[in-house]
């Protein structure tokens, strides 16, 4: 009764609590608490789930030529210049989430199927996707050139000591780095705009929303059509023409 007390008083207009922080932070108490041996039992399960609010606002992409102008400003010559281009060439051309991206394993990529298998970090459904020439080159050039010596079967690696597998924070710092090097006005910093420009591309191309879905590893068909409302382009070409008026100035009348 506490637990669901606290709860309550989050509410602010009677309704279910929104920000999923507070349940999330007492789920992981519990877990603590069970796996320590504090509790008997574990009551992360007694915590209920916050619905998620539907998307106000659109998600914010970037244009192919900026994904472009991005890449190009991120390539260089010092490893660690290498690194970060092959992790956001990941990223800009398969879609993948910053932790999808850092949690390759070298034994996830098949190079003779061309693939790279990543579990989706939402619904943990494993994904195979298609390793284009141009994503695989900046890996065999990172592996070859950059990468630390290591036993660690991790992808990317720090490129100084401590040495280790790198952190979700990582790929964020490279990209806030690189995209003001570029000159790109983003409104939104995140890795995640080059996940949106990706969807974009593919629904443009004609592929199909529950393809889409799959790839970037979408719960719900209702995550990815969001992009359709992104698409106003594409809509404004299917639109049909407003009725004329007959000769005269006649207007067009509804019989009753």
Same mark, same amino acid.
């Given at each position: 009764?506490?637990?669901?007390?606290?709860?309550?008083?989050? !509410? $602010? *207009?009677?309704?279910?609590?929104?920000?999923?922080?507070?349940?999330? &932070?007492?789920?992981?108490?519990? /877990?603590?608490?069970?796996?320590?041996?504090?509790?008997?039992?574990?009551?992360?399960? =007694?915590?209920?789930?916050?619905?998620?609010?539907?998307?106000?606002?659109?998600? /914010?992409?970037?244009?192919?030529?900026?994904?472009?102008?991005?890449?190009?400003?991120?390539?260089? %010559? *010092?490893?660690? +210049?290498?690194?970060?281009?092959?992790?956001?060439?990941?990223?800009?051309?398969?879609?993948?989430?910053?932790?999808?991206?850092?949690?390759?394993?070298? *034994?996830?990529? #098949?190079?003779?199927?061309?693939?790279? =298998?990543?579990? @989706?970090?939402?619904?943990?459904?494993?994904?195979?996707?298609?390793?284009?020439? %141009?994503?695989?080159?900046?890996?065999?050039?990172?592996?070859?050139?950059?990468?630390?010596?290591?036993?660690?079967?991790?992808?990317?690696?720090?490129?100084?000591?401590?040495?280790? %597998?790198?952190? =979700?924070?990582?790929? $964020?710092?490279?990209?806030?780095?690189?995209? !003001?090097?570029?000159?790109?006005?983003?409104?939104?910093?995140?890795?995640?705009?080059?996940? &949106?420009?990706?969807?974009?591309?593919?629904?443009?191309?004609?592929?199909?929303?529950?393809?889409?879905? #799959?790839?970037?590893? &979408?719960?719900? =068909?209702?995550?990815?059509?969001?992009?359709?409302?992104?698409?106003? #382009?594409?809509? !404004? +070409?299917? @639109?049909?023409?407003?009725?004329? !008026?007959?000769?005269?100035?006649? $207007?067009?009348?509804?019989?009753?």
């Amino acid at each position: 009764m506490i637990i669901v007390d606290f709860l309550r008083k989050l !509410r $602010s *207009d009677g309704k279910a609590p929104r920000d999923k922080t507070p349940p999330s &932070h007492l789920r992981n108490l519990f /877990r603590f608490l069970f796996w320590s041996g504090k509790t008997k039992r574990d009551l992360a399960a =007694s915590i209920p789930r916050v619905a998620q609010p539907p998307r106000s606002t659109l998600p /914010r992409y970037l244009k192919p030529e900026e994904v472009e102008k991005l890449l190009d400003a991120v390539w260089s %010559a *010092d490893p660690t +210049g290498r690194r970060n281009y092959a992790m956001l060439m990941i990223l800009a051309r398969l879609g993948l989430r910053a932790p999808e991206a850092i949690a390759i394993r070298l *034994d996830d990529i #098949d190079w003779r199927a061309a693939t790279v =298998s990543v579990v @989706a970090r939402k619904n943990g459904q494993p994904i195979t996707l298609p390793l284009t020439n %141009a994503v695989g080159a900046a890996i065999v050039t990172y592996l070859r050139r950059v990468r630390p010596d290591s036993k660690l079967r991790t992808l990317f690696l720090k490129g100084r000591a401590p040495s280790g %597998a790198l952190t =979700s924070a990582a790929v $964020s710092m490279a990209f806030d780095v690189w995209a !003001r090097r570029s000159g790109l006005v983003i409104p939104v910093r995140g890795t995640h705009c080059l996940r &949106h420009s990706y969807a974009i591309t593919l629904l443009r191309r004609g592929i199909s929303l529950k393809v889409i879905g #799959d790839l970037l590893g &979408h719960r719900s =068909s209702e995550s990815t059509c969001v992009y359709l409302r992104l698409a106003t #382009d594409d809509l !404004r +070409g299917v @639109a049909l023409e407003l009725p004329r !008026r007959r000769a005269g100035n006649e $207007s067009c009348k509804v019989r009753s």
